[in-house]
């Protein structure tokens, strides 16, 4: 029997990344979790975002090979600046890990996208309009393995 899901109407609260560089390991656990040593004095970088902006995708294919995920976050940034344009900049070509933190549920988690074998990567677009300005953002990257949760 398949039990009711108790995590309905998920919404992503906060996300993250860090570089490859400041990661030692990232472990599968046994649970189908993972678990991220980072190197002494690093740890996760909070990205901004507009708040329900976020939006985690997972699509699955099966492949001669077996399955493919295609793993995407997209958000949205909201304004313009040189210095948004330089904190953004930072992040091009650089192979990253991000963690998504869930909410709206009774037990919030986070899951991750990225390995040390098999980075995401940022790209971005700049959007200017009479009402607003912003940048939608997203991280991308395509596995054999669905995105796990951080334990």
């Known amino acids: 029997m398949i039990q009711k899901n108790e995590k309905l109407f998920l919404a992503i609260s906060k996300i993250y990344f860090s570089e490859l560089s400041d990661i030692e390991s990232i472990t599968e656990n046994p649970d189908g979790t993972s678990s991220i040593t980072f190197a002494s004095g690093k740890d996760w970088s909070e990205l901004y975002f507009s708040k329900g902006s976020g939006v985690f995708s997972q ?4 492949v ?3 399955d493919l995920f295609t793993q995407s976050v997209e958000l949205s940034y909201p304004g313009d600046g040189i210095e948004t344009q330089q904190q953004l900049k930072s992040l091009f070509q ?58």
């Open 59 to 62: 699509k699955h294919k099966s």
């Open 64 to 66: 001669d090979e077996g």
């Open 94 to 151: 650089k192979p990253l890990v991000i963690k998504m933190q869930f909410s709206n549920c009774s037990n919030p988690f986070s899951k991750i996208i990225g390995t040390l074998d098999n980075p995401c990567f940022f790209s971005e677009d700049f959007k200017n309009q009479d009402y607003s300005s912003k940048r939608d953002i997203s991280f991308m990257r395509q596995s054999t393995y669905p995105a796990p949760f951080l334990s």
